[in-house]
C-alpha cells in the first residue's frame, strides 16, 4: 500500500509530529476541565459469599484417589504451581 503514499519529507513529519501533539494537549485540558459525577453501577449487595448446602461429609477414598495422582504434595495439602502458565 506504501506506493498510494508519497514519502514524507522530515519537515513533514517533524510539522505532524507537533499538531498532533497540540490536539492531545488541548483534549488532555478539555478531560481535565469536565465536571464528571460518580457513576453508580447499580449493583447493591450486603453479602456476596455462597451459602453452602447440602452434606459436607469427606469421601476417604476420593481423598486417597487425588492424592495417589498428584505429583507434589504433603501431608494434607497438593501443592501446585502459581503464575506459571
Do not use: H, T, Y
Amino acid at each position: 500500500m506504501s506506493f498510494l503514499f508519497k514519502e514524507l519529507s522530515e519537515k513533514e513529519k517533524k510539522e505532524i509530529r507537533k499538531e498532533a501533539k497540540e490536539l492531545i494537549e488541548v483534549l488532555s485540558k478539555r478531560v481535565d476541565s469536565l465536571k464528571l459525577d460518580k457513576v453508580d453501577s447499580g449493583i447493591k449487595r450486603k453479602n456476596c459469599f455462597r451459602k453452602e448446602k447440602g452434606n459436607f461429609n469427606q469421601d476417604k477414598e476420593f481423598r486417597k484417589r487425588i492424592f495417589k495422582n498428584s505429583p507434589n504434595k504433603n501431608e494434607d495439602f497438593i501443592i501446585a504451581e502459581k503464575k506459571r502458565w
